[in-house]
């Protein structure tokens, strides 16, 4: 039997309850159905009033738990938008595609006039060969005549728009009834569509904790707290407690970094930059998440989208927290060429390596070659190289967190390089694309008294 895959898409900025029950109820009749937040739009600039990042956390927040339905995020990442005849080239080898369409879309097609058909790039040949699946809200008639020829009609008994949503956050009206409670509580958190920048650092409460525990297993300490922890809620948890060190949290992030949820680490290792302090008992007034509610500071940091593409020329990506670098496979200095979106900067840096990292991970491998760390969330990357020779008394460099960054081998075969993201071997690379991910970050959740600002003086200021 041919399998039936529906594509929803759509801005969903933000996404509404009405975009959930449209899913699940299609959900029902199809194998698989995909939702694609679109990137940035011609016709409806609106898209581009908020991050990508916060509309593709809110998507995968709507959407999560709903059977045989999955977020794509290509068009985000890539800032790009895919338009209908692409996305059907793009996942026709998955089975026949049917694309979600609003049924007020469809009025007129009897003429030939309905906005497909005039307005959508080869909307005449998407309308005459594509298969269709019309939702059509409550008290909206569609004439039988207009549908196009391969379609099926979805009553659907809810109805919303994001456009109200918008509204009503903008003029501070009741909207909680409209999104999800967790995009309620997300909303607010950042300010979104407040018509300022959003809050990078805020203030939030946790009421009655839904806990996911990560520890360390080879850390015996790690392992006491968690299990002092108590419950852990796996499935639909609203913070996730990492114990150990930060390179467990950095696997935490990896692993679980899409549930959109906060994490809140203890620190059982050494340094724990990126984990709350506690002393040897950290569980002596009772564990961090308990009856109460709790207070905490939430710190929304980016990940970094990497690309590397080997001898070969395939291509791999891959995201990081802290940070990616290229380090001579060989005996050989490395010879690496250094892009900065798209011009030249360094024609030959001869060295061990070069590293890129975020704010996060200035504080680790970069301060280690030479970079000085930068707070928490400061809106910038790092460049650093490892045992430069040339250019001589080159050092490392601060650049805007919206740069591009590229690393290339000037000589494969004599000087290959080794692709690392976040400690991850990627084997032996040609070259490096590295910027920050516009789909991808975590909240770093802290005690109110915990700052990280200090931390940091105190690895620049030992004692």
Not at 337 to 346: D, L, M, P, S, Y
Request: proline share 7%; aromatic share 8%; glycine share 8%.
């Amino acid at each position: 039997m041919a399998r039936n895959l529906a594509i929803f898409g759509g801005s969903f900025n933000p996404p509404g309850i009405h975009h959930r029950e449209v899913a699940a109820q299609l959900a029902a009749h199809f194998d698989e159905l995909r939702v694609v937040p679109c990137g940035p739009r011609p016709d409806k600039l609106i898209t581009n009033d908020v991050e990508p990042v916060y509309r593709a956390a809110m998507c995968d927040m709507n959407f999560a738990g709903l059977a045989k339905v999955h977020v794509d995020l290509f068009d985000l990442e890539a800032n790009t938008f895919t338009r209908t005849h692409d996305l059907q080239d793009r996942f026709h080898g998955g089975g026949t595609v049917w694309h979600v369409a609003g049924a007020d879309l469809m009025a007129g097609g009897a003429q030939g006039q309905s906005v497909v058909q005039r307005e959508w790039e080869r909307g005449e040949e998407l309308w005459a060969h594509s298969h269709w699946a019309i939702v059509k809200r409550p008290g909206y008639e569609l004439a039988p005549g207009d549908l196009p020829p391969n379609s099926r009609v979805f009553e659907s008994e809810h109805s919303g728009a994001s456009t109200s949503i918008r509204q009503r956050v903008f003029q501070h009206e009741p909207y909680e009834h409209l999104v999800l409670p967790r995009i309620a509580r997300f909303i607010e958190r950042h300010g979104l569509y407040r018509g300022h920048a959003p809050n990078r650092r805020t203030r939030f409460v946790v009421e009655s904790p839904r806990v996911m525990t990560y520890a360390d297993e080879r850390n015996p300490r790690a392992i006491e707290i968690a299990a002092a922890l108590g419950t852990h809620d796996t499935t639909d948890p609203d913070v996730i407690v990492v114990v150990g060190g930060d390179g467990t949290m950095l696997r935490a992030i990896r692993q679980h970094w899409r549930r959109r949820v906060p994490f809140y680490g203890i620190n059982t290792g050494h340094v724990g930059f990126l984990l709350n302090d506690h002393g040897p008992e950290p569980l002596a007034n009772g564990p961090p998440f308990g009856a109460k509610p709790t207070e905490l500071l939430a710190q929304h940091l980016p990940l970094l989208w990497v690309e590397t593409i080997d001898r070969t020329g395939e291509h791999r990506a891959a995201l990081a927290f802290n940070d990616a670098w290229v380090e001579r496979a060989t005996g050989q200095t490395a010879w690496i060429r250094v892009g900065v979106n798209g011009q030249e900067r360094i024609a030959q840096l001869v060295a061990d390596g070069a590293l890129v990292a975020t704010a996060a991970g200035s504080a680790s491998y970069a301060r280690a070659m030479g970079a000085t760390p930068v707070p928490l969330g400061t809106p910038a990357l790092l460049l650093v190289g490892s045992n430069v020779l040339s250019p001589d008394g080159w050092r490392p460099v601060v650049l805007p967190w919206d740069s591009e960054l590229e690393l290339t081998t000037l000589d494969p075969e004599k000087r290959p390089l080794r692709g690392y993201v976040d400690g991850v071997s990627h084997g032996e690379v040609s070259s490096m694309r590295v910027r920050t991910s516009r789909i991808a970050a975590v909240e770093l959740a802290f005690d109110p008294q915990h700052d990280p600002a200090e931390k940091l003086a105190r690895i620049q200021f030992p004692r």
